[in-house]
């Protein structure tokens, strides 16, 4: 994802790229919290990519990004909220905010992790963006699990999404498009059901976000 980044344009400078130990709760938090906010205006365009583990709390079935040194037992003190995350993105001076996010947060199985002696589907709080300025695509709709395939080796969801950048796809509802049909049918195969979900709705972002 990175190196399609930069052939977006993207200058390094304004990549923020946390992986395995550097993508803590505090990394996390730092980038989206402070580091991302030190580096935009009025214009920018941003993107945030997550694909990783996410868990529902057992109790509330709010949605949680599992970061590396989460704990899915102790998601108050160690994971991060999704709505945390879109807050925050909400709240942003930018132009746009897209967000992909390749995981899962049902506790279904695949991405997703659930917190010990907890039943194995817990029900999810939905957690969607109010702005105006925000769109988010995700790899799951409500209980499913995103998988990933051991021949592509990454999310099927991840392998689609970027095989629509490099088939020129850079407007977000033209790269929902070209990848659910792709994802549904590759998940089929593996004996899953995975759809990738979009919010806003199509009609309401097309021709609006643009990845580059």
Avoid at 86 to 112: K, M, T, W
Avoid at 150 to 173: C, R, V, W
Wanted: net charge neutral; hydrophobic share 35%.
């Amino acid at each position: 994802m990175r190196d399609y980044l930069r052939a977006m344009g993207y200058q390094d400078r304004n990549i923020e790229f946390l992986t395995d130990e550097r993508a803590t709760f505090t990394g996390i938090r730092r980038a989206v919290e402070t580091w991302l906010l030190n580096r935009i205006n009025a214009k920018s365009r941003v993107t945030v990519y997550y694909a990783g583990h996410g868990a529902p709390d057992p109790q509330s079935g709010a949605a949680y990004i599992v970061p590396y040194d989460g704990d899915p037992n102790y998601l108050n003190d160690t994971g991060y909220p999704l709505k945390r995350l879109y807050e925050h993105l909400e709240n942003l001076p930018a132009q746009q905010v897209v967000v992909l996010i390749d995981a899962c947060f049902s506790g279904a199985g695949g991405r997703g992790v659930l917190a010990a002696g907890a039943r194995s589907l817990v029900r999810v709080e939905k957690a969607t963006p109010k702005g105006s300025r925000i769109a988010v695509l995700t790899s799951t709709q409500g209980a499913q699990i995103s998988t990933s395939s051991p021949e592509k080796k990454q999310g099927i969801f991840t392998y689609y999404l970027l095989q629509a950048f490099q088939e020129g796809n850079h407007d977000l509802a033209n790269v929902y498009d070209y990848l659910r049909p792709r994802v549904e049918d590759e998940a089929k195969r593996m004996n899953v059901e995975q759809t990738p979900s979009i919010s806003p709705d199509l009609s309401t972002i097309k021709g609006k976000f643009t990845l580059w």
